[in-house]
């Protein structure tokens, strides 16, 4: 299953890390979707920190540079048409909201206590349809 995550506030959280690092374990394609300048667009904004810090968690925890999608602050739901990405993991609530309203990709809050109890319990009910 595809499988997106956001990075800041969410995939740089350590609990996010290693539910990731379990769901490639099982098998799944994860990527990161960021609202992130990409290297073209942040030569306009040449005061932005560098990436270095995303491309690092991102080595760590087993995602592959290709697996990795700046929106240049787009909304995430118009990049996730056609993707074939099932479930987006997220601490913007806003996000959740639109990808809930387009109903593309079922949205979780990257905070919530249970989330990954929720996110296996997603993926399973998906493997069981």
């Known amino acids: 299953?595809?499988?997106?995550?956001?990075?800041?506030?969410?995939?740089?959280?350590?609990?996010?890390?290693?539910l990731a690092k379990q769901l490639?374990?099982?098998?799944h394609e994860i990527f990161?979707?960021?609202s992130r300048f990409d290297s073209i667009r942040r030569l306009k904004f040449p005061d932005l920190a560098s990436n270095e810090d995303l491309y690092k968690?991102?080595?760590e925890v087993?995602?592959?540079?290709?697996?990795?999608?700046?929106?240049?602050?787009?909304?995430?739901?118009i990049w996730?048409?056609?993707t074939g990405i099932k479930l987006h993991i997220d601490d913007d609530l806003t996000v959740i909201r639109d990808l809930s309203?387009?109903?593309?990709v079922e949205g979780f809050d990257c905070n919530e206590a249970d989330l990954e109890e929720k996110v296996f319990e997603f993926i399973g009910a998906l493997e069981d349809f």
């Open 1 to 18: 299953m595809r499988i997106s995550i956001d990075y800041d506030n969410c995939l740089s959280q350590p609990k996010v890390q290693e």
């Open 24 to 27: 490639i374990a099982q098998g």
């Open 32 to 34: 990161i979707l960021t």
């Open 57 to 59: 968690i991102a080595e």
């Open 62 to 77: 087993g995602i592959k540079p290709y697996r990795i999608a700046f929106t240049n602050q787009q909304k995430k739901w």
């Open 80 to 82: 996730l048409l056609e």
């Open 101 to 104: 309203y387009y109903q593309l």
